[in-house]
């Protein structure tokens, strides 16, 4: 924790409500978000019990699955999400694209890698993607896509983003697309035709989701807080009802109360996916042996009757958006009535634990709507789009493509590590260059100053390492700051990014530090360079050491090149009907 954000926690237990850490709104917000609350059972290993999702808040779509322990209910809920997911996926494909322009990318040499190859790795769906030996350790990269971005010149002007209330909810996304992704449509464990397609898009959507900025999968308790500090624990703010009191508490009611009140899950329930004990114990588990028995009766009238499984064609999942008229002959009105009451008993019981959380998650959509989107925002929108973009069009033209992998390969997960240390440097530096009040917790730290220029050189030449003579103007900025950067460290501007600053050396003056910089970048190729582009005396600025590209990593070899210290080159992969064999169930 920075010491910006110690004392906005400080002066949050004393003023009663969360203080602002952020100034700007550091993500982006979609017209028309999926909000998604999912529900686990207990006990069960990601087991849905129920889900809440919709992109309108008067507009919810309840899906339960009466019985989660049972197989084919679990995947009709699956198909029946899937459609949900696929329908946003579509809308947000035909609101249009844009052409992209092609990068320029250096002829590979004879027999090597490509350009793009040797930086992100190999195409989604290539051999050497699915190339490390069984179903389960093959990628689809589309992480790193950019061979597919070098073929397509449009990205579309939307892309999907799903909100769910807690880390947790973006677990469950990771995991139930882990358990769709590698079924199969045919066969012993046939499931319905858009499980496999909806584990695909929810494992891009949680693989996006460890991208520093990205905004496809967002947490809604680490959206809050990032922008506000409580007065309670990291642990506790991980409550949205919680972290919600103490950001907006009703009229009256200091943050800790509110906060307190929250906790009461009888009034708040848990944010899921996993639920009360209380409640699994003495509502749940009551409904749901209800509707077993229910359905039961039913089974054994259409046994009597010599009639099929009455459940055997369409799996009883609950669907608040359609209507149920059963027409069966053999079956009496009342045990049709136990069956309806029975579900509407499971249905009653996940609503209510549902409901609190969809309005809580709005809420807080309408607080961080009302916060201005920070100026590097879209432009990390818009590497999401170029993602979807890219991964849209490979499902679409290889006929729903590749599972993505359990795990990556060697070569694939150095390059995924390295991409994310890159992001990472890059959005830190982006919420700096944003923020003011992002800014001040580095210059607290001394990785940032902000002072007066108190004299500049503007026509200043110097002979670079070639003998050339070079423009390298100096300005000198006198800060209260306490910097703690040594002589040699470049410092970049948020007022100017496209200029570097090496610190020259650092003098204590009367009231503080005068920093003497070396300036290069931004300043066109005349001699003298043009107003504007360098500080003027009297000038307010500020730099830090945050680079927006500031990370760099070593050459990393081909997937073919991988040593054999880590497993040597991956296998060829073969699809095979083994890959769809359910060893967990």
């Excluded at 896509?145 to 999907?160: G, I, K, Q, S, V």
């Excluded at 039913?298 to 009883?316: I, Q, T, V």
């Excluded at 970049?492 to 496209?498: E, K, L, Q």
Aim: charged share 20%; with cysteine; glycine share 10%.
């Amino acid at each position: 924790m920075s010491v910006i954000g110690a004392y906005a926690r400080a002066l949050a237990v004393q003023t009663g409500v969360a203080q602002p850490i952020a100034s700007v709104r550091h993500l982006h917000l979609a017209a028309a978000p999926l909000v998604l609350v999912p529900l686990t059972m207990a006990g069960e290993a990601n087991a849905p019990l129920a889900a809440m999702a919709g992109t309108d808040e008067r507009d919810a779509r309840l899906l339960v699955v009466p019985q989660p322990r049972d197989r084919g209910l679990r995947f009709a809920f699956a198909g029946l999400l899937g459609d949900l997911l696929l329908e946003h996926v579509e809308r947000c494909a035909a609101v249009g694209s844009e052409p992209v322009k092609p990068p320029r990318t250096p002829r590979p040499a004879p027999g090597g890698p490509s350009a793009a190859e040797s930086a992100t790795g190999p195409a989604p769906g290539s051999t050497q993607a699915a190339a490390t030996g069984t179903a389960g350790e093959l990628r689809a990269e589309q992480d790193a896509l950019a061979a597919a971005d070098n073929t397509r010149l449009e990205r579309f002007l939307d892309a999907p983003q799903v909100l769910v209330p807690n880390r947790a909810g973006v677990d469950f996304v990771r995991l139930f697309g882990r358990s769709t992704r590698f079924r199969s449509t045919a066969g012993e464990y046939a499931v319905p035709p858009g499980v496999p397609l909806l584990g695909r898009w929810l494992t891009f959507l949680a693989q996006r989701a460890e991208h520093p900025g990205s905004a496809a999968l967002v947490a809604m308790t680490e959206a809050l807080t990032l922008h506000w500090a409580t007065g309670q624990s990291a642990l506790e703010d991980a409550n949205l009802a919680a972290l919600l009191a103490w950001i907006d508490p009703p009229a009256g009611l200091p943050g800790l109360d509110a906060a307190r009140l929250a906790e009461d899950p009888s009034v708040w329930p848990p944010a899921g996916p996993t639920t009360e004990p209380r409640f699994d114990n003495r509502v749940l588990a009551p409904a749901i042996e209800a509707y077993d028995e229910a359905v039961a009766v039913l089974r054994s009238g259409a046994g009597e009757a010599g009639a099929p499984d009455p459940f055997a064609a369409g799996p009883d999942v609950i669907d608040s958006r359609r209507a149920v008229a059963p027409r069966w002959p053999w079956a009496t009105g009342e045990d049709v009535d136990g069956w309806l009451r029975a579900r509407a008993q499971v249905e009653g019981a996940v609503r209510g634990q549902l409901e609190p959380t969809w309005r809580l998650m709005w809420r807080a959509v309408g607080r961080l709507r009302a916060l201005p989107p920070g100026a590097s925002v879209p432009r990390r929108w818009e590497r999401d789009r170029t993602q979807f973009s890219s991964y849209y069009g490979y499902l679409r033209d290889e006929g729903g493509g590749l599972p993505q992998a359990r795990r990556d390969g060697a070569v694939a997960a150095a390059r995924r590590l390295s991409m994310l240390e890159r992001e990472l440097a890059a959005y830190e530096a982006d919420r700096a260059f944003d923020d003011p009040l992002v800014l001040a917790g580095y210059r607290v730290s001394g990785e940032a100053f902000a002072g007066t220029v108190v004299a500049v050189e503007r026509d200043r030449r110097v002979a670079n390492d070639r003998g050339t003579l070079v423009t390298r103007p100096v300005v000198e900025v006198l800060t209260v700051d306490p910097v703690s950067l040594p002589v040699g460290t470049k410092v970049c501007s948020p007022a100017r990014p496209g200029q570097a600053g090496t610190i020259m050396w650092i003098a204590p003056a009367d009231g503080g530090l005068v920093v003497t910089l070396e300036l290069s970048g931004g300043m066109g190729r005349a001699r003298v360079p043009p107003p504007g582009s360098v500080p003027e005396v009297g000038e307010g600025c500020g730099y830090t050491s945050l680079l927006p590209d500031g990370a760099f990593s070593a050459a990393l070899p081909t997937p073919q090149e991988t040593p054999w210290t880590h497993g040597g080159p991956p296998v060829p992969y073969e699809p095979t009907d083994a890959d769809a064999r359910e060893a967990w169930a």
